[in-house]
């Protein structure tokens, strides 16, 4: 085990709805990635956050947003859900360029 | 632009059989970090290995073993004598920042029968 943990395992959602992803990082990684991976494709990076700020971000509209906390612990939320964002999300935590993944939310839209 | 590319969809092997698992990727940076990983039917991704730009040198651990050239852009990654326990998708990942913001493949998904 890695020691990032996700919440929650599974989700299902209506179009148009709100969510919130949670990710516990590693003991020690004050930097914590989200990736979204499409059934089967690989990860594509959403965006990271390094000491609690916004440090890089993909190619993702707006309506996803993220935030860490002083514990570093993030959250990934994204708003107005389309059927497309259904997807399994995950979370990695980082010191140096080592990622270490958690176990993934799998959303599903409807 | 950086680009990771998994030409082979699927490998199908019998158990002992060894598998190569092919990435070529792009990057015009000089300073980068290529990694493995492994995702099994539960979905976490399990680190594998890493190398950086600056070592070329291949190396054997346990059953796994890669091959990292420059010159073809190419980092393939081996698994000898392969076991049931193997079967997974395999991500070639590419990242030119010491933080992370990996740029994955497609991935290769490893079906290995008894």
């Known amino acids: 085990e890695t020691g990032v943990t996700q919440s929650p395992t599974h989700l299902i959602k209506t179009r148009g709805q709100q969510v919130t992803l949670r990710c516990s990082s590693q003991?020690?990684?004050?930097?914590v990635s989200w990736y979204q991976q499409a059934l089967g494709q690989g990860p594509q990076f959403i965006f990271q956050?390094?000491?609690?700020?916004?440090?890089g971000r993909g190619n993702f509209p707006p309506r996803f947003s993220g935030l860490q906390f002083p514990n570093y612990s993030s959250e990934l939320n994204v708003n107005a859900l389309e059927l497309d964002d259904s997807a399994l999300y995950l979370c990695a935590s980082s010191s140096g360029a080592e990622q270490y993944f958690g176990p993934g939310t799998r959303l599903t839209v409807t | 632009a950086q680009k990771v590319t998994q030409a082979q969809t699927e490998i199908s092997v019998v158990e002992k059989e060894d598998v190569t698992l092919d990435c070529v990727y792009e990057t015009r940076d000089t300073t980068y970090y290529l990694f493995w990983y492994k995702q099994p039917p539960s979905g976490e991704l399990v680190f594998l290995i890493r190398?950086?730009?600056?070592?070329?040198q291949n190396e054997i651990s346990g059953r796994y073993s890669w091959n990292f050239q420059k010159s073809t852009s190419s980092f393939n990654f081996t698994i000898t004598a392969s076991q049931v326990v193997d079967s997974a998708v395999y991500f070639c990942a590419l990242t030119t920042d010491s933080w992370g913001k990996f740029q994955f493949g497609a991935g290769t998904q490893v079906v290995v029968t008894p």
């Open positions: 956050y390094y000491r609690e700020e916004e440090n």
């Open positions: 190398r950086n730009s600056f070592d070329e």
């Open positions: 003991s020690g990684h004050n930097t």
